[in-house]
């Protein structure tokens, strides 16, 4: 009886052994874009990034972005495309925005026909906790008169000092067409008290939106807070 005992508890051990083993995080790449301007050697990268694992894991700093010419040939390269706050934890489920801007003079005489863009899952990293927020766009007929507000109120018990703000906007399509990132330390919030961001949109992504028949039509905000 305990020899049976001993070989029911070995098997059960190995079992939630191999079960951890298999347990993992995976970062996937569930939606992005990238936007150049012809003649212009600046471009912009958006991504979505989601833990489809089925354990929770940290973004990887270092996210690879390749964009390709007519040619197939490399024209740039960028090797620390991240998300922000960068090496972000995501339990399975979450998901996080990326943005990077490229600037390269190989951009105003060659064109961009494809790129790629992979990003993995590493052990460690930083914890952050959201609050709950409201964005809102303010547009106008001036490009460079745009915005994004984000709303939000410190619920906590001591002054709020450090905060990260991410804002997404999707267009008619469902299609990632805006991400920005702003992290506030010197301005307090006190606790009730309610405090919105204004941020401005790149005058150039709003003549790019209008050139291409693309409408702003969603906007989501996410406010991290250092654990």
Do not use: W
């Amino acid at each position: 009886m305990k020899r049976l005992l001993v070989v029911v508890l070995v098997f059960a051990l190995l079992f939630s052994l191999t079960a951890s083993a298999m347990a993992e995080a995976k970062m996937t790449v569930t939606n992005k874009n990238l936007i150049t301007f012809e003649g212009n050697s600046k471009a912009y990268f958006f991504a979505k990034v989601e833990n489809t694992g089925d354990s929770a894991g940290y973004v990887d700093y270092g996210g690879k972005l390749v964009g390709f010419n007519a040619n197939d040939e490399i024209i740039f390269a960028e090797d620390y495309v991240s998300s922000y706050p960068s090496n972000l934890k995501l339990e399975p489920g979450e998901y996080a925005y990326i943005s990077d801007f490229i600037l390269d003079e190989v951009l105003k005489s060659d064109t961009v026909t494809d790129y790629k863009f992979s990003i993995k899952t590493i052990e460690y990293g930083n914890d952050y906790s959201k609050i709950p927020c409201e964005a809102k766009l303010e547009l106008s007929a001036d490009e460079y008169d745009n915005y994004v507000n984000v709303t939000f109120t410190n619920d906590s018990d001591s002054i709020l000092y450090r905060f990260t703000i991410i804002i997404a906007i999707y267009d008619q399509n469902e299609e990632l067409v805006f991400v920005d990132d702003d992290y506030t330390s010197a301005i307090g919030i006190h606790p009730g008290s309610t405090i919105t961001i204004k941020a401005n949109m790149d005058s150039d992504l709003i003549k790019y939106y209008a050139q291409n028949e693309i409408t702003l039509s969603t906007v989501e905000a996410l406010i991290y807070i250092e654990d």
